[in-house]
């Protein structure tokens, strides 16, 4: 591994939340200044081809990079707040279904979080 992808690697893993790569790079800058952008890019994707970090598409957002640990997530379709969240395993029901060419599942619940529920119930009662 080289410098970067160690230190890329180690901001993902560290990190308690979802982030970009604008994000990681920023972190990145902060200690190697001269970084450049397309290294947080190549760097990611090669981690992702390695199976080293999860990537988190959501379509109309950026791509967010995550921990390799077995967990689904919830994000917010008004405002995009992903977040971790821990459903009971449906390996072993899609292993039945699909039998031998099933790979592993990504599951992203899409709902309104509370605080957007909250704003939209205000906005309601001010019409």
Do not use: W
């Amino acid at each position: 591994m080289t410098k970067y992808e160690k230190r890329i690697y180690d901001i993902v893993n560290q990190s308690l939340s979802h982030l970009t790569v604008e994000q990681i790079y920023q972190i990145l800058k902060a200690e190697f200044p001269s970084v450049v952008l397309a290294t947080v890019y190549n760097n990611l994707n090669k981690l992702y081809k390695d199976g080293l970090i999860n990537k988190i598409s959501v379509e109309g957002m950026p791509d967010r990079y995550d921990k390799i640990v077995k967990h689904d997530h919830i994000v917010c379709q008004n405002c995009g707040k992903l977040t971790d969240r821990q459903f009971n395993d449906l390996t072993e029901t899609l292993k039945e279904q699909f039998g031998t060419g099933f790979l592993f599942y990504d599951l992203k619940v899409f709902y309104v979080c509370p605080d957007c529920r909250k704003k939209l119930e205000q906005e309601k009662n001010i019409q």
